[in-house]
Structures are given as C-alpha cells and as structure tokens.
C-alpha cells in the first residue's frame, strides 16, 4: 500500500508543478504531463521505476473513459449528417498514410506482411491529444477542428477492421503470450473480433439500458457513478478478455448509449475521471520512454520519428487542401494530427503477439510513436506562434483606420449560423455591428458573401478592448458553447457594463451562464436568433412592435430565400453570388418595411410605456 501511495503522491506532485509551469508558458497542459512523467521517470530523477511500465496499463483507462465519452456524443444521426466528411476525409487518410510509412517500413527492411501493419498502426493520430489541444485552444468548432474530428473518429472505427484483418496477414500460427500456447487461426481470431463487437452492441441495447434505468429510480447519485464505471470497466475488461482494444469496446458502448436518457448524466459522472486519468495516461507515456534504447543511436530514433510526422503531415495537409480549406486551418489540422496515436500501442502489442514483427522492431515503432506525442505540443506551439502569424488570415482585426477607430453599439461574438441569422436582421435594419469569429475559413466566406468580419477569439480581453467593448451597449454571445462561460467572465471582470445576451445549445449549457449571473439566455433554433435581435432592437430603442414585426418580415423572406438557394448550392461561385443578392434584396425589403408601415402606435406592445401612461392618469 505504501509504495501505491508513494506512486500517488509524486504523480500528483508532478502535475501540480509542471502542468501550470507549462500552461503558463503557452505549452498546453499534454506537454506539461509528458515533462513531469519524463521528470519522476527511472531515465531522469528515478521516482519511479519500472513500474512505470505496470502504471502506464493503468494509466490507458484514461483513454477508455475519453472515448466512451466522444462515443456519447457522436449520436448515429449526426454521424450520419458527417457521414460525407468521416468517410471521405478519414477514410483517406487512413489509407494514404497507411500506404505511405508502409513504403516506409518496406524500405527499411521489413517484410511486406509486418510493413503493412506498421504502416496501418503509424497512421493512427492521438485522438487524447489532438482533442486535448483543440478544446483547450477553442478551435473545436473551426474548420480545423471539425475536419480533426472527422478524421479521428474514422480513425476509432477504423481500429475495428484493422484488428480483424491483421490476423490474415500472419504468415505462422502466433503464440498465444500469455501461456505459451499456440494462438487461434487468423480467420478464427477475425470471427472472434467481430463476435466481441457485436456482443458489445446486443449487450448495450438490451441490458445496459435496462439496468441504468433501474439505478436511476433509486435516486442514489453515488449509485449511479458506481453504474457508470462499472460500464465502462466491465466492457473494456471484456474487450481485454478476448484480446481486443478496451477503449474500442467503450467507444462503441458509448455511441449505441448517445441516444439514450441517460447520455447527460454519464457525461458529467465520468468527466471528471476521464481528466485526471487522461492526465496521468500522458505521464506514464513520458515515464516509459525507453531512452536507453533511444540513446543507443538518437540520431536515428529522432530521424525517423520526424520522418514519419512529416510524411503523415503531408499527406494531411494535402487532404485538407483538397477539402477546401485555408492556409492557417490546414496546418493546424496537419500539425495537430501528425503524431502516432495511443492506438498504435495496442496494435503493436497485437502485431508481436502475431509474429508479423520481431522484438527490436516492436521497440522501435513503440519508441517512435512515444516520441511523436512528445513533439507535438512543441510542434503545435512552432505553429501557433511562428507559422500562423505569417500565413493565412491575421488573428487581429485589420490594420486600418476603419477597423480600429469602428465602434458599434452591438457587438457579435461569433457569425456561424446562428450569429449571421441575427445580424443580418440587425443590418437590415440600420443597426451596424462589430463581427467577431474565430474561423479563418468562415471569415473568408462570410468576407466574400459581403459582411464585414473580424477574425480573432472573442474570449481574449485585448481583442474586445480593440473592437470597441468599452463604449459598445451590447454584447451577442453566439459562439461556441463550450466557449461562453469564459467570455461571460472576461465580459463580467472587464466590461460589466455591457447589456450580455447568449446562445446556448441546451439546459445544460444555459444553467451554466445563468449560474454565472447572465439573464438573457437563447437556446439555438432560427426562432431563437431572429428572437435574439429583436431584443437587441429593443434594447437600443426600438419600439416593441417595430421590433417584432421586423422578424417576423425577417423570417418570411428568410423562408423564401432558403426554397430558392437550395438549387444553387452544388455550385460554390453561384450560391455565394446569390447569397449575396438575397441578403441585399432581404434588406431593402425589411428597410421598406420599416419606411412604409406606421410606428405611432407601436407603444402599445411597450408594457413599461403603458405602465408610465397608467400612472400618470391616476390622480
């Protein structure tokens, strides 16, 4: 017990020293676990020894319980709606890149059979990583962090069919590791593969559910976080049982529970366990770097560790260049995904159990795959700071007189789609708007559609000041949600002034700004937006009744247009000019509107108006 303690403590002593450090260099909290696991390793300070090794099969539940989680939250439907980016955009990469470090592979000496599973377990990306980094940074609902996510989850389900067919690509019956034993036939371990899989999606359908409905009527909290980690460990356990990734188990788990009741209460039971075990997972990868082996001949260690990162980040940059996107959004996707995934150890294990490569080339691509999630915060960091200033769109506003003397009464965080329902009907009726957003690409488009937008995060205090906080009335919160809380806070501290109105996807998302004291919260729909700035009218004077019937005019030729562009939109040129010429058309009818329709009596839709003629007619 004691040495468990003792194991405990300086862990959490490492963390607690190195990840601030690290944060507060702008390094992100990945680097600053893989440093203090590097730091209390047996190669460094020798806190911890080869049981480093025994920590790091514990440490792997962090990344079971994160993909149980990223199933959740992929329900079927919204897979489907991505069913065009997942497949195309991840299934090419998985299959270029694969091709590509297995040419690789096949150079250095291996076999065709072992440099295909290499090459197939090297094209994994660290999914713990990349979405580490995008949540972190606020990027998640970029054009870089859609299409990362896209890819990953491709890349998930994509371990299911690598695990059934490795098998085939053994030439000898395997030894089983464990007892010594002669393994099953490939195509005895296929159907073993795919019978784990479809028992984890009979199991999740007809007894998970039931059971997690029967925790729930006790209304016992505790109980049900103990039904929670049950799931998952029981499933992962499972997985382990017949051979197979744990974490591909809890992620299909995860996704056949995405549509059930019981989605939001796993999510906020497992969260925080999730974290403190991602935490300690990318320690144990810094502990258990094998340096002897790497100082054996570091120049080629890291050689091919680069080579390898480059290769796969060509590949990736090259898929999101022919998926459309901007310079700074391709090499954050590129940078971000270039390392070699956690899958990877889980193949590797599984590929020495097969025969398909020795000992020394096990190692080898164990040793590479650590070191390339070593480098990627560097490389992340390289990026943000050196490359993305001098490519792409510049993350300030615009270097001119108009864009640092513009102050605007309104100011809109966020022009997706719910941000650009609301501001159009602002614009159209006289009502100018500073635009904040955080995605070059959507930035360059809405640019070409005819708004003008700002790129730069709106959570940052400098960037406010410079689009006009401080004389501004209204701030619009239409960002991300996961994102709000923290400009409330930077809105609350610096500029409690403004008049603060946020979009929020859910309840979940609404309590959360509510607690933080906002008290217009909008949960997204077209109603919702178009409901939104008829109160940000009202709150800059407009009359009650001019203010409603503007949105509903704004709705019905919103209506109108969506019939008419849905026939352009196969063609980009041709739906951005049309775009273009009906939101003039919508403009000048709302300015119509407005010049035409009388407002003398629209004081009657004014309850505070009424209530002041009411008083001053009673004696």
């Not at 570091?298 to 390898?308: E, H, I, Q, S």
């Not at 590479?368 to 490359?387: C, G, H, K």
């Not at 704004?554 to 026939?567: C, I, N, P, T």
């Amino acid at each position: 017990m004691s040495g468990m303690l003792t194991d405990a403590v300086v862990y959490l002593a490492a963390a607690v020293v190195c990840v601030p450090v690290a944060k507060r260099l702008g390094m992100g909290s990945v680097l600053g676990y893989l440093i203090a696991g590097i730091a209390v390793g047996p190669q460094v300070l020798g806190f911890i020894g080869q049981e480093g090794k025994d920590i790091m099969h514990f440490a792997e539940f962090g990344v079971v319980m994160m993909l149980f989680l990223v199933g959740l939250e992929l329900e079927p439907t919204a897979f489907w709606r991505m069913r065009r980016q997942v497949l195309g955009m991840g299934g090419l990469q998985v299959g270029l890149t694969a091709l590509v470090l297995g040419g690789l592979a096949w150079w250095l000496g291996l076999g065709w059979q072992g440099a295909l599973a290499a090459g197939a377990s090297l094209a994994m990306s660290s999914t713990a990583i990349a979405l580490q980094s995008l949540k972190e940074k606020g990027l998640m609902h970029t054009a870089a962090g859609g299409s990362s996510f896209a890819v990953l989850l491709f890349q998930d389900i994509a371990v299911i069919p690598i695990l059934a067919l490795l098998p085939m690509l053994a030439t000898a019956p395997a030894m089983d590791a464990a007892h010594g034993a002669e393994a099953l036939p490939g195509w005895q371990r296929t159907l073993l593969v795919l019978g784990a899989v479809g028992g984890v999606v009979v199991a999740g359908r007809y007894v998970v559910v039931p059971l997690l409905r029967v925790v729930a009527r006790t209304r016992l909290r505790e109980l049900f976080v103990a039904s929670a980690l049950l799931l998952v460990t029981g499933i992962a356990l499972l997985m382990e049982v017949v051979g197979l990734s744990p974490a591909l188990g809890t992620f299909l788990a995860g996704v056949l529970l995405a549509n059930s009741a019981y989605k939001h209460e796993l999510e906020s039971d497992l969260d925080p366990f999730k974290g403190l075990l991602l935490g300690l997972f990318f320690m144990a990868v810094g502990a258990s770097i094998n340096f002897p082996l790497i100082a054996a001949d570091p120049l080629m260690f890291v050689g091919l560790t680069l080579a390898v990162m480059v290769l796969k980040g060509l590949v990736l940059f090259a898929i999101g260049r022919r998926a459309g996107m901007g310079m700074d959004q391709n090499l954050t996707f590129s940078v971000g995904l270039g390392q070699v995934g956690e899958f990877a150890f889980v193949l590797f294990a599984f590929i020495a159990q097969l025969g398909l490569l020795d000992a020394h080339w096990t190692d080898t691509w164990m040793a590479v795959t650590a070191l390339s999630m070593a480098f990627t915060p560097l490389l992340m960091l390289l990026n943000e700071r050196v490359l993305l200033p001098r490519v792409g769109t510049p993350q300030r506003p615009e270097a001119t007189p108009d864009a640092i003397e513009e102050r605007n009464k309104v100011i809109i965080a966020g022009f997706g789609h719910f941000g650009s329902t609301l501001g159009r009907l602002l614009r159209a009726n006289d009502v100018q708007a500073t635009i904040l957003d955080n995605d070059s690409d959507q930035v360059d488009l809405l640019r070409r559609m005819g708004f003008k937008v700002y790129y730069g995060d709106a959570t940052r205090h400098d960037l406010l000041e410079t689009a006009g906080a401080r004389e501004a009335q209204v701030l619009v919160c239409a960002i991300a949600p996961d994102q709000a809380p923290a400009l409330v806070d930077v809105v609350h501290r610096h500029f409690p002034h403004l008049t603060l109105l946020v979009r929020t996807r859910n309840r979940s998302d609404a309590y959360e700004v509510m607690d933080q004291g906002v008290l217009h919260v909008y949960r997204e729909t077209l109603h919702t937006a178009v409901q939104m700035g008829v109160d940000v009218l009202t709150a800059l004077g407009t009359r009650s009744h001019t203010a409603h019937r503007a949105g509903q005019h704004f709705l019905r030729y919103d209506q109108a247009a969506l019939k008419e562009l849905a026939a352009k939109r196969g063609d980009k040129d041709d739906y951005i000019s049309s775009v273009r010429a009906k939101i003039a058309e919508q403009e000048a009818l709302l300015r119509k509107d407005l010049d035409l329709d009388p407002t003398m009596d629209g004081h009657a839709w004014d309850s505070q108006e009424m209530r002041d003629a009411l008083r001053e007619r009673t004696p």
